[in-house]
């Protein structure tokens, strides 16, 4: 019997070829879009979960909210761990990591920047990552030792055994011996670093400071304990711990603090929850946005709902070819049962001519995905046993989706009828069908305003005033490695005639930075105590970036007294209460062994956005200080690599230690924003497949209305009807499904797209144009789409379709 199915159902498939290959198209282009999408959404949600202690491992995080703005930091104090495995018997195991990143490392005559992490002895039995070679227990027990990775250890020994050999950092005084071999950290870790140095002879890893942070600090809780109810002791280790330093470090109490409304607190953060979970400052790399994760899904099912809407209204709106079959079937004695298993068997065979396509181009188009979004996805079906078996789910139950209602539908229809002539497939099915057309334009205009939005506000990143003058400046990262020539670099750069201007500083604006939170008080007043960024910066810091001064000066060698001078931000003048005269104040720093630090108020910068537009411009301060992180060069040559290849050769003569290594600063600003470039390329992309596959089914809704018309036609024309006013009789019905939808999607798109803009400190407002310029698009599709049949009719001979009356 399943053989006699099979059979009618490519005779059907073939008969009915034109209805087949929509059909099979538009579930293809389904299918391929669910699948990109689930191995995104796959790989998003498989971040740490490696890990074998993953359902117990948690982050210990630290915040504070004080005037000057809240913050989330990932790293904590040095402290912290041990002070929770020793005060708290819940916790049964407890790590830090101290990240160093790219960092100069020799072995022989080999020098490579690698990434460097400072890790606790017991780092590798609480991160169950497996080692080729050494012991995970001891292998960093003694000082000087290191784990490397085995893609390290290829690069600097080849094919000898590294255990034992020794690796020398850029000081050339600090060594390691290498004592284990890791694999090659999984690519969803939230942390990658090629050496991990034992932090037993490092020495602000036995800080006693809870003043300083800067230690990723990981706890293990034993099984059964309640993580919230855990972290209902962090009140009390803040007040027997950080109370007493704070009194003698700021000369403020913890009471006297939260008295004006600041807090400070512990949290604990699933590791499990950092990739998509996680938005603090100091994060190791950028992370993943739970919230993508939902949008793509959703963007995946309303594909694949489409392609099955087109199925069900393409199988229904054709049933009249079908329906004499039917009859006589039944009059034959077949009953619904096998009318059913007949009808959902030829969905499955189309499904599955349609699942074999779409995994056809999942393996072709995904490299060209890869390089659109950013990502590195794969697909294989032999490295999972599960793989195989889910797809073919994933097959029947399309299958059932898009072909359960027209087997339903078109084995319900009574055979009298039908044979007698007079089979009408009545105003619920058209009226069902129009519904299914409107939703599928709901999801397809709401994705054309998302994506219109998502690049507006894009476009008002890229074109903002920022404050600062990101346009033509250059960053030669790593000025550190040139040693005592970092002043002769700087003179002989000054020298070349497409050089404006040249500062040195590792603080910038835009891209990663250097950081320093600074916590100061105004006019020697404990109890008004802010919390600040600090830059270190020089005399030309503020010309080269065109930051312009609001009142006061910038810090000039004429002035020496200017080494106790700072510089504030508006954003910290008003976090101060200085509306009137923000020049002639005292700022004060209480460092950690109790000794002031006093700055006087020479100038306050305009605000400029130095942080991502996400967040709001917060209390921002310099001082004149040294730090030899990056030269920033302002250029004024339109011959860039000249200039370029000009640098570089000063670099190389001056023998610096380092290959030379650049970036332009409107670069390093567009890189914030990559995740929504990407968010902006996808949404793209996966609207312009919906209103393809949408307009498949329209295509296919129009031949077939055409069809039911077509007498109806050769009558208007022989009553003297010209083609324009018959285009337009068959194409008003469509166009008032789409103005249905529209109606319904753009409230829905608004409220969606309002609140992703929420994240955003600076942002766009959703103007009227973006819904009237949707509205015309979908018009103009749904016109084309439509015209192209509605044309064909209308100039057809009304004597062909008039024949047989």
Request: charged share 15%.
């Amino acid at each position: 019997m399943f053989k006699n199915y099979f059979n009618i159902a490519l005779r059907n498939l073939w008969k009915n070829k034109g209805i087949s290959t929509i059909n099979i198209l538009g579930l293809s282009l389904g299918i391929a879009t669910c699948l990109l999408i689930m191995l995104f959404v796959q790989k998003e949600l498989s971040y740490d979960r490696f890990n074998e202690k993953s359902d117990r491992l948690y982050r210990v995080t630290f915040n504070s909210r004080m005037q000057g703005g809240d913050l989330k930091e990932a790293s904590v104090m040095p402290p912290v761990a041990q002070t929770l495995k020793n005060d708290y018997p819940e916790v049964e195991e407890a790590t830090r990591l101290q990240a160093r990143g790219g960092t100069r490392i020799t072995y022989g005559n080999k020098v490579f920047t690698d990434g460097l992490a400072y890790v606790d002895p017991n780092f590798f039995t609480v991160f169950t990552l497996p080692l080729e070679k050494g012991n995970a227990a001891t292998a960093l027990l003694e000082p000087n030792t290191a784990i490397i990775t085995s893609v390290l250890a290829k690069k600097y020994f080849g094919t000898a055994d590294p255990i034992g050999k020794v690796l020398t950092l850029k000081d050339q005084h600090t060594f390691f011996t290498v004592t284990g071999v890791v694999k090659e950290i999984p690519e969803n870790s939230h942390f990658h670093f090629e050496v991990f140095a034992s932090t037993s002879n490092l020495p602000e890893a036995n800080e006693s400071s809870w003043m300083v942070s800067g230690f990723y600090t990981y706890v293990v809780l034993r099984k059964g304990t309640d993580p919230k109810k855990f972290a209902g002791h962090f009140p009390e280790m803040v007040q027997k711990y950080i109370g007493p330093q704070l009194k003698q470090g700021l000369g403020v109490t913890l009471a006297e603090l939260e008295s004006k409304g600041n807090s400070i607190s512990f949290a604990l953060q699933p590791i499990t929850d950092i990739h998509l979970h996680s938005n603090l400052t100091g994060d190791m790399e950028p992370g993943g946005d739970i919230k993508y994760v939902y949008i793509f899904s959703a963007v995946a099912l309303f594909m694949l709902l489409i392609a099955c809407i087109n199925f069900m209204n393409l199988s229904t709106a054709s049933a009249a070819k079908r329906a004499k079959e039917i009859g006589i079937r039944k009059v034959l004695g077949s009953v619904k049962k096998q009318l059913v298993s007949q009808f959902l068997l030829e969905s499955l065979f189309i499904t599955s001519i349609a699942l074999l396509i779409g995994i056809l181009l999942v393996y072709v188009l995904l490299p060209f995905f890869n390089d659109l979004t950013g990502q590195h996805l794969k697909i294989s079906l032999t490295n999972s046993p599960y793989a195989l078996p889910l797809l073919i789910a994933f097959g029947l139950f399309t299958g059932i989706l898009a072909g359960s209602y027209p087997a339903f539908f078109l084995s319900s229809f009574k055979p009298v009828e039908v044979l007698k002539g007079k089979f009408s497939t009545g105003k619920k099915s058209a009226g069902l069908r129009s519904g299914l057309v409107v939703f599928q334009f709901i999801i397809s205009i709401s994705l054309i305003i998302g994506t219109t939005v998502v690049y507006k506000q894009l476009s008002y990143i890229r074109n903002k005033e920022l404050g600062f003058d990101k346009e033509q400046v250059l960053v030669i990262e790593q000025a550190y490695w040139l040693n005592n020539n970092l002043d002769v670099f700087r003179s002989q750069l000054m020298q070349d005639p497409g050089v404006k201007s040249v500062s040195v500083s590792g603080f910038l604006p835009a891209g990663n930075s250097a950081n320093n939170n600074f916590f100061v008080s105004a006019d020697d007043n404990a109890q008004q105590l802010i919390k600040t960024l600090r830059y270190d910066v020089d005399e030309n810091y503020l010309p080269t970036l065109g930051i312009s001064i609001a009142s006061g000066r910038n810090f000039s060698p004429q002035f020496p007294t200017d080494s106790s001078g700072i510089i504030i931000n508006e954003a910290a003048a008003r976090s101060f209460g200085w509306t009137n005269d923000p020049l002639n104040h005292t700022l004060t720093h209480n460092s950690n062994d109790g000794s002031k630090e006093s700055y006087h108020v020479i100038g306050v910068v305009k605000d400029f956005n130095f942080r991502s537009l996400h967040e709001a411009i917060t209390p921002l301060v310099m001082v004149l200080a040294k730090d030899n992180g990056s030269v920033i060069v302002k250029v004024k040559t339109a011959d860039m690599p000249g200039l370029l290849a000009n640098i570089q050769q000063k670099w190389k003569n001056l023998h610096a230690e380092a290959p030379f290594s650049y970036s332009f600063l409107d670069d390093r600003f567009n890189n914030t924003y990559k995740a929504e470039q990407y968010i902006g390329r996808i949404l793209g992309i996966f609207a312009g497949l919906t209103i393809f596959v949408a307009c498949l089914g329209l295509f296919g809704l129009a031949t077939f209305m055409a069809e039911q018309r077509r007498k109806e036609i050769g009558i208007r024309k022989v009553l003297g009807a010209d083609v324009s006013g018959l285009v337009a009789m068959l194409s008003k019905d469509f166009l008032k499904l789409v103005l249905i939808a529209f109606i319904i999607a753009s409230p829905i798109a608004w409220y969606v797209m309002n609140r992703w803009l929420q994240e955003f400190a600076y942002r766009i407002s959703i103007s009227v144009w973006v819904f009237a310029i949707t509205a015309f698009l979908a018009a103009i599709i749904t016109l084309l789409t439509v015209s192209f049949q509605a044309v064909r009719s209308a100039r057809a001979n009304p004597v062909n379709s008039l024949r047989s009356e």
